[in-house]
């Protein structure tokens, strides 16, 4: 006889702890597996959760989405054992790891990300909580230190133009991921990085203010390939380049650009629904020097993703003062000449309306959201942030909807998709799912302008990646 299975009582607890019903953890995993592209896991149902609180064990796949998914609702760390799926002593999900050699670490994410084997374990991985924590104190003290001292491995010597070599590289697949989205051009970056960048690492530099340069530029070109993995949707791949960017960016010493890092981050988590984590990412975005020895345009910047955390935390107040302070450092960037880091050319007054009304949104305020969602669209250089462009327009289609401007909304809804031609996103596909599913209810009752658009929009949705 097959063995009586026993009743997870661990499980239950978790359950009792968030006070969710079986029906809500099952809809928590189907949002998670959606996230990921795990297709197998959408149809999860509460029949399938009554079948683990009565014993049974899902798929190692699964089982990690569901610590993802109650990690989530609780914000902290839940492991396999704590809901009854594990007996082992190793099933606390992994942090990132900042005591491995940087440059092998380069080689090996590269590699991973490359072969499409790999690529597709990274990717179906779970967005981790666990995966946000950051090193102590010490830790950033000694990290400079740590990579004078490294010897290199070869007689080969790194000089300035080489730097500038490195620098002109990410200049090209920033403005590239601006105009075009980046699942375009993601492989030859990451080939790239996995090739040159990881040789030219283990070189000698002429000075150590070179080496500390090159860090730096090696850092800009690893944060651009997890943010272009982040506008692919591919967030635990993302995950894993920006944790190596704030390596190289603490051997560099460079505090901003460790800011730089730290705020994508915290963009990351805010979108993906992480108010708490957010929060903490944009504070330590600020603090170390990453904030006061920023220029102002890069201040903004940092500031505004603060707001929106804030804002994705619940805290009103705190939000609205940050987008305060946002205003006014790039007011100081635009009404004078800066010596700016090349990484925030993009940062512009309608950057700043862009992510102001996205905070704005958050915080209820429709009215307010839709105001600066259309300021960044009559303030943006259309041709050279086309990608931005068109997430911006989806943005404020759906803002007016909300509001049950249909009418405006499909004329922003329609110039969203002209915008698109030559964009590859998974943000801005992201974009026309919303927009679909807005449309859903005026195409059933016949709205024929509605109807149209959704036909427009399901052939966008074949090609932009």
Known sequence: MPRARTRNQALVAILQELGWPQEQLAARIRRVAAELGARELTTVTRSHVSQWVLGSRPSASTARIVIEALSRGLGRTVTLREIGFSSA??????????????????????????????????????????????????????????????????????????????????????????????????????????????????????????RRDLHSAAGELVYLAGWTAFDSREHRLAQHWFTLAVRLAAEADDAPLAGHVLRAMAHQAADLGHGPAAVDLAAASLERGRYTRATPREKALLGVVHARALASDGQRRAAVAALRRAENDLDQADSAAQDEPRRVFFFQQASLAHETARTLHTLGDLNGAVQQFTRSTRLRRKQTFRRTHSVTLGYLGAAQVQQGALDAAIATWTEALDSMDGVHSGRARETVVQMRRALSPFRQRGHAPAAELDDRARTVLGRIG
């Open 89 to 210: 002593e190793d099933d606390t999900p992994a942090g990132p790891d900042w005591t491995s050699d940087t440059t092998s670490l380069l080689a090996e994410l590269g590699e991973n990300d490359l072969d499409r084997r790999r690529r597709n374990l990274l990717a179906t991985s779970a967005y981790s909580l666990a995966g946000l924590a950051l090193p102590l104190d010490t830790w950033w003290d000694e990290a400079p230190v740590r990579t004078a001292r490294k010897a290199s491995t070869t007689s080969a010597t790194v000089t300035p133009a080489d730097v500038e070599g490195v620098r002109e590289v990410a200049d090209f697949f920033s403005r590239r991921d601006q105009m075009r989205g980046g699942t375009d051009g993601r492989a030859a970056l990451v080939a790239y990085l996995r090739t040159d960048m990881a040789a030219c690492l283990k070189r000698r530099p002429v000075s150590d203010a070179v």
